[in-house]
């Protein structure tokens, strides 16, 4: 199970569902934007995760919060 992403519980809850929903996971991987388009994301969490580009939803997490770290040290 993907630990949640502290202070940014949309992206916790985008990381969830892909963990739990096969064919939003598949379309989380292969087209972020068009995955999230009906989530109603704060705009800057909806930007972090349109731009990852992962194989895997692990790797995706690890992206997510490497740029979490980077954008808010």
């Known amino acids: 199970m993907l630990r949640s992403v502290p202070n940014r519980p949309a992206i916790s809850n985008v990381l969830i569902k892909a963990s739990a929903n096969v064919a939003f996971r598949s379309v989380l991987l ?7 388009t009906e989530m109603n994301l704060p705009p800057e969490d909806a930007e972090i995760l349109t731009n990852v580009q ?3 939803l692990k790797e995706f997490a690890r992206q997510v919060k490497m740029r979490l770290l980077l954008h808010h040290p």
């Open 54 to 56: 992962a194989p895997t």
């Open 30 to 36: 292969a087209s972020p934007h068009e995955a999230l």
